[in-house]
């Protein structure tokens, strides 16, 4: 119910925006996030946002990475922009059906996308 695309490999510097798209339902009511995973690392919470267009990032992304949505096309966005190797992971769309918050750990996303690889080289 949720595809993510817009992965590839770029150059250090370069920018990627990634889509999410949902079906099935609408998700407008629900807080959606991308979540991020480096191999050999733990996924780990990247940016979300709240039904309301409310906006929170990791710490680490800040100033780099946009997340927006388009509740008419059902899909939500991500920008990143100055990547650096260090980004390099698979990213995944999530969803929160409480979506007055953001979370920041797994387990309120109930909905997972399966995953677009996103390999910045040096």
């Known amino acids: 119910q949720l595809q993510a695309s817009g992965g590839g490999l770029v150059q250090v510097g370069d920018s990627l925006r990634l889509s999410c798209v949902a079906s099935g339902r609408t998700f407008s009511d629900y807080a959606m996030a991308w979540f991020r995973q480096a191999p050999g690392k733990e996924r780990e919470f990247a940016a979300g946002i709240s039904s309301s267009g409310g906006t929170y990032y990791a710490d680490s992304l800040k100033g780099r990475f946009t997340i927006s949505k388009d509740n008419a096309k059902n899909t939500v966005y991500l920008q990143m922009n100055s990547l650096k190797p260090e980004d390099t992971a698979i990213y995944y769309c999530?969803?929160?059906?409480?979506?007055?918050?953001?979370?920041?750990?797994?387990?309120?996303?109930?909905?997972w996308g399966q995953g677009t690889q996103v390999t910045v080289s040096s």
């Open positions: 999530a969803a929160d059906r409480q979506g007055n918050r953001i979370a920041t750990i797994e387990f309120p996303y109930t909905i």
